[in-house]
């Protein structure tokens, strides 16, 4: 994500070509470029109901984009794409938003907080700062172990380890503050 506009500008400025941004996270990171659509016509903002909105195998998502690019974007989408009960789910949370959601995404987000404060206090891990639903830790204990050993305990993170330059890293999920004591317990 570009943290400043100014570096993002730039290269909408600079190219004809279409300026794609993925802000599948954007409900944590609490940045968005939506604002430079309106001077930029070739830029195409993707969001998805997979992440904050917890849709994810109903696969829907959404676009913002200048209504020409939105229309040419639209020829490319197969017809009925989207079947009634993604839709209908869809519907229902962007009903829910701000009554459920909204408040939802603000629990998780201090629960983030509050887990990155507790894990970087564990010797021989550390966590990093996170714009999304989860985080990457950085251990001292090899990745593998430490899945198993957690595994052992019902506690599910991701081997990230293989990934390019998370040799040494694992992806914790940011989960309810009820599950995230548990993990605390069972550590």
Not at 16 to 38: H, K, M, N
Request: net charge positive.
């Amino acid at each position: 994500m570009f943290s400043e506009h100014d570096e993002l500008e730039s290269l909408l400025a600079a190219t004809r070509g279409i300026v794609v941004i993925d802000e599948a996270y954007f409900e944590f990171s609490g940045q968005t470029v939506a604002p430079l659509l309106y001077a930029h016509s070739n830029l195409a903002v993707f969001r998805t109901f997979s992440k904050a909105m917890g849709l994810a195998a109903l696969r829907v998502g959404y676009l913002l984009a200048a209504p020409e690019l939105a229309r040419e974007v639209g020829k490319a989408v197969l017809p009925y794409n989207l079947n009634a009960f993604s839709q209908t789910a869809a519907e229902v949370a962007v009903e829910l938003y701000e009554s459920e959601l909204k408040p939802t995404v603000r629990r998780i987000l201090q629960e983030r907080e509050r887990l990155y404060e507790n894990l970087r206090r564990v010797p021989g891990l550390a966590p990093v700062r996170s714009h999304a639903n989860f985080m990457v830790v950085r251990s001292a204990i090899e990745p593998k172990r430490v899945f198993r050993e957690l595994l052992a305990r019902d506690i599910l993170v991701r081997d990230v380890s293989g990934y390019p330059m998370l040799k040494d890293y694992f992806r914790l999920s940011v989960g309810t503050p009820a599950e995230n004591r548990r993990r605390e317990r069972k550590r």
